[in-house]
């Protein structure tokens, strides 16, 4: 006996195939508008370059414009929230950084899930940070300022750009590392930080290498290791945290472009594959080295994991240092 599918469903099936068809035809010709590309914090910081740079080369690759939107706001769980719940076909982006891994447990209930609702498309780039002593501190070394705050528990103050903020979770990972207990003072920002370290009023500061970079060289501040495995082409002379005798540290600032979960694979290929195309001209390395990031690329299933395993990574830092923010 031979079965007929009701109408109303035949009218279904029907539907979702030329659904079908049209999102693999949509992805085959993507882009043909313009995309936006929504950074979550203010224009002028690190994760606003960045998203620029990319924007502009892929306008380039695109043949469409590239809108960088700044939604800033909650680091950046504003901006994250917004794509997340977007149409996931490939013209509203994210351009995300480490904060969006750290959120996943500095904050107790979030609108969106990072790993469920956002698809990671490309790393950009990574920065180091490094540690810095104001030049009054009795030591020139890692290991000696281990020792000083081993023998001074609690009382060694050091600035962050706030709590929860890389700065402050790259210095409770080295603490926890060696051994060591230390007291936060968050700032509202890096750049505060930084003035009250060259002042005098904290011990030191673990921030941006291009930020640090040109205070050591000034003699404002004395800077003691890099926070990477390999040392910063802006400042090789400065051992890694590694090197330093914090064996298999390992922290840095990244950033990069995720959609919507859902986007279409051939999108966010695309995707990937421009940017890893401009990461290879030599003046677009030279852009981000000049930002003081180092040029990543690679593809999108080992950004997936590399996410992964930062918000483990953190959440581990997180949980131990009891930080939390609302």
Known sequence: MQHRLPACLHRVLLACVLLGIGLVAGAQNYPTKPVRMIVGFAAGGPTDLVGRTVGLN????????????????????????????????????????????????????????????????????NSPFLLCVHPSMPVNTVKELVAFAKARPGQVQYGTAGNGSGAHLFTELFASMSGIKMQSIPYKGAAPAISDLVAGQVAFVFDNVIAMAPLNKAGKVRCLAVSTLTRSPITPEIPTMDEAGIKGYQADAWFGVFAPAGTPTAVIERINADVNRALAVPAVRQRFEALGCEPAGGTAAAFATYVRDEVARWGKVIRSAGVRLE
């Not at 509203?92 to 956002?118: H, Q």
Request: charged share 15%; no cysteine; hydrophobic share 45%.
């Open 58 to 125: 892929l306008h380039q690759s695109f043949g469409q414009p590239v809108v960088v939107e700044n939604r800033p706001g909650a680091a950046s769980n504003i901006a994250a929230d917004l794509v997340a719940k977007s149409p996931a076909d490939g013209y509203t982006l994210l351009m995300g950084s480490i904060s969006l891994a750290n959120n996943a447990t500095l904050y107790s209930k979030l609108p969106y899930d990072l790993v469920r609702d956002l698809a990671a498309v490309v790393r950009v780039t």
